[in-house]
């Protein structure tokens, strides 16, 4: 079975940038398509971005496009999420999550992932 495991989140003023990594470990998961996703308090987990296996094709929400970027390092297993001039309302957890093998898709549904990580936090001070 595999894990996904999120890191590099963390506390950074308005207009700041993080670099979050999501490496997979296990035989399985590095062949998937991923996606991040992201919940804040009282609110519904939202789609982020997503990355198909091979890194040709990408997909971001409407709220994030020219901020963030979606990539993956197919040696080391990892998908990386750079967030850019970063803004309050971006502070929330962030997860990981992985759909299926070799997908080529980049879909927003979060039912069609069957593998999450713990996910890390981010916050935005204003």
């Known amino acids: 079975q595999g894990q996904l495991v999120e890191s590099g989140g963390g506390l950074v003023q308005t207009g700041g940038s993080l670099r979050l990594s999501c490496a997979a470990s296990g035989r399985s998961l590095s062949s998937y398509g991923r996606a991040w996703f992201r919940q804040a308090p009282g609110k519904e987990r939202e789609f982020v971005a997503a990355?198909?296996?091979?890194?040709?094709?990408?997909n971001s929400a409407d709220s994030v496009k020219g901020r963030f970027t979606i990539s993956r390092d197919t040696a080391k297993k990892t998908v990386y999420l750079q967030m850019n001039n970063l803004k309050p309302e971006d502070s929330a957890v962030y997860y990981c999550?992985?759909?299926?093998?070799?997908?080529?898709?980049?879909?927003?549904?979060?039912?069609?992932?069957?593998?999450w990580g713990q996910g890390t936090q981010v916050t935005v001070s204003s």
């Open positions: 990355i198909n296996w091979l890194g040709t094709s990408t």
């Open positions: 999550a992985a759909d299926k093998p070799y997908g080529l898709g980049t879909s927003r549904n979060q039912k069609e992932y069957n593998y």
